[in-house]
């Protein structure tokens, strides 16, 4: 066994699917634990060993990580109930947003070696941006085991000062929803515009989607590509006139992802 995975909702059956649809992990390499039935049985269906409690772990389990994928309310409870496989040299990591090492240590003891992952729900059709952050006690061939990990689940950066991970929450963690909101918000201008609902839908989503594409494997940086869009004194350079007149959408976005920072900060204090 190499890996526990502790909670198996959503998030926590996405990344299990990654990694055995990849072949980084052999299903006999994972075991589950997760108490609600349903979620247990889904993960069982996988083919991993799938137990509703840490104790019915066998007693020589030695796992190298511990994938913590619980909410954030709960996590410092269930991390103190695998200390003695982080006394043993396991990896703890923790995708549960605020919850910083100082606080996983407190209940781990202060040489364990931990990591916090801040994932995000593109994760689950393994589109995800995931970001990591170590502790100075984690093996550096560890960091690259979980690196290969959530590599299945999408794009994945690291960072050396854990300050940050409140910027990253506000950027990629709860970005999907600023994008969502903004394909919400073109498809209503959409039928503003005459257009029947289903095709103001279908041309706000795939533009979105086309762009976001072309942005990522064009190599182009996207003021360049926003430029070759933009005819002069046309239609674009009309729309964008009312986006980028004293820069509007870059305030804007800058004063949501500042609130977004700002209560991130503050769920790690509560």
């Given at each position: 066994?190499?890996?526990?995975?502790?909670?198996?909702?959503?998030?926590?059956?996405?990344?299990?699917?990654?990694?055995?649809?990849?072949?980084?992990?052999?299903?006999?390499?994972?075991?589950?634990?997760?108490?609600?039935?349903?979620?247990?049985?889904?993960?069982?269906?996988?083919?991993?060993?799938?137990?509703?409690?840490?104790?019915?772990?066998?007693?020589?389990?030695?796992?190298?990580?511990?994938?913590?994928?619980?909410?954030?309310?709960?996590?410092?409870?269930?991390?103190?109930?695998?200390?003695?496989?982080?006394?043993?040299?396991?990896?703890?990591?923790?995708?549960?947003?605020?919850?910083?090492?100082?606080?996983?240590?407190?209940?781990?003891?202060?040489?364990?070696?931990?990591?916090?992952?801040?994932?995000?729900?593109?994760?689950?059709?393994?589109?995800?941006?995931?970001?990591?952050?170590?502790?100075?006690?984690?093996?550096?061939?560890?960091?690259?085991?979980?690196?290969?990990?959530?590599?299945?689940?999408?794009?994945?950066?690291?960072?050396?000062?854990?300050?940050?991970?409140?910027?990253?929450?506000?950027?990629?963690?709860?970005?999907?929803?600023?994008?969502?909101?903004?394909?919400?918000?073109?498809?209503?201008?959409?039928?503003?515009?005459?257009?029947?609902?289903?095709?103001?839908?279908?041309?706000?989503?795939?533009?979105?989607?086309?762009?976001?594409?072309?942005?990522?494997?064009?190599?182009?940086?996207?003021?360049?590509?926003?430029?070759?869009?933009?005819?002069?004194?046309?239609?674009?350079?009309?729309?964008l006139s009312?986006?980028?007149g004293e820069?509007?959408?870059?305030?804007?976005?800058?004063?949501?992802?500042?609130a977004a920072?700002?209560?991130?900060?503050?769920?790690?204090?509560?």
């Open positions: 066994m190499k890996v526990i995975l502790a909670g198996c909702g959503n998030m926590g059956h996405a990344m299990l699917a990654g990694w055995l649809k990849s072949g980084r992990l052999e299903a006999s390499e994972v075991a589950v634990v997760e108490p609600n039935e349903a979620l247990r049985a889904r993960a069982g269906a996988l083919g991993v060993a799938a137990l509703a409690d840490v104790a019915e772990l066998p007693a020589g389990a030695a796992p190298s990580l511990i994938v913590l994928a619980v909410k954030p309310q709960v996590i410092l409870n269930v991390a103190g109930a695998y200390r003695r496989f982080a006394d043993d040299g396991a990896t703890i990591l923790s995708i549960a947003a605020g919850t910083g090492v100082a606080r996983l240590a407190g209940v781990l003891g202060d040489r364990a070696s931990i990591m916090r992952c801040m994932p995000n729900t593109p994760a689950a059709i393994g589109k995800g941006m995931l970001v990591t952050y170590a502790n100075p006690h984690v093996p550096e061939d560890v960091k690259a085991f979980v690196s290969a990990l959530l590599a299945t689940s999408g794009e994945v950066a690291a960072i050396t000062d854990e300050g940050l991970m409140d910027a990253v929450t506000a950027v990629s963690g709860s970005g999907p929803a600023y994008v969502f909101h903004f394909i919400e918000c073109l498809t209503a201008a959409a039928e503003r515009a005459g257009l029947p609902a289903e095709t103001a839908r279908l041309l706000a989503m795939q533009t979105t989607y086309g762009a976001a594409c072309l942005a990522a494997e064009s190599g182009e940086e996207p003021g360049v590509l926003r430029q070759q869009v933009t005819s002069p004194n046309g239609t674009t350079a009309a729309a009312v986006l980028m820069d509007r959408l870059k305030k804007l976005l800058g004063e949501a992802v500042e920072r700002i209560r991130s900060e503050e769920l790690g204090r509560d």
